[in-house]
């Protein structure tokens, strides 16, 4: 069973409505923001974005949140924390910023030992780097799938999924690391590239006038 097959029977049988009040939204960005969290700030909040969906759709669609969660989340989790050179160069530094020393240092390094034990417990604690990446490819390929040559997964609007998929490709592709191998198992899709420049174009570009279009290409 493939893995958006399994996240969609633990959805298909208890499909819960979702809150009443939302829109997207952008948290601005500092120096100290982290891949994870960049990610998480672009989201939904307030009504429901799929109301024009079915009950199976509606579960096919928390499927692939939960597929995105397990896997992207987990993989900038995985990259910020248990990445030598990404811890060395970027994380430590960006996570402690807004402390004074020695704060800041005792303050990563417990943040490190929690996701390092995070992902021990879920089995990614001996994964290797290539094995991580591999496993966003898998997932940017069921996205991609999913996706086809629609503008969006499942309607002409956008629903949660897009907003989800949104913040963590968009992040991804945006948010400069120590080399440039996880964004480039995004740029192998080409409808997942133009997905993201048709959501920031649409939803971000004209409420952020003055500020840098970010080329995802």
Request: proline content about 3%.
């Amino acid at each position: 069973m493939s893995l958006v097959a399994e996240a969609f029977v633990s959805q298909i049988a208890a499909v819960e409505p979702w809150p009443e009040n939302a829109t997207l939204y952008q948290q601005l960005k500092g120096e100290q923001i982290l891949l994870s969290d960049n990610a998480a700030s672009l989201a939904v909040q307030g009504h429901s974005l799929s109301d024009g969906l079915d009950e199976v759709q509606k579960a096919e669609m928390k499927a692939y949140m939960e597929l995105v969660n397990n896997m992207l989340l987990t993989a900038e989790l995985y990259l910020q924390w248990c990445d030598e050179a990404t811890v060395g160069e970027i994380t430590h530094a960006r996570y402690g910023s807004p402390y004074p020393w020695p704060l800041n240092r005792i303050l990563a390094y417990q943040k490190q030992w929690e996701v390092k034990r995070k992902m021990k417990a879920i089995g990614w604690g001996k994964k290797t780097l290539d094995q991580v990446l591999e496993d966003v490819d898998q997932c940017c390929q069921a996205l991609s799938q999913r996706l086809g040559t629609q503008p969006y997964f499942f309607n002409k609007q956008p629903t949660e999924l897009d907003a989800l998929v949104f913040g963590h490709l968009y992040t991804i592709l945006t948010t400069q690391l120590t080399n440039d191998e996880l964004s480039e198992k995004v740029k192998n899709y080409s409808n997942l590239l133009a997905f993201c420049r048709r959501i920031e174009q649409h939803y971000f570009e004209d409420r952020a006038k003055g500020s840098s279009s970010i080329r995802l290409s």
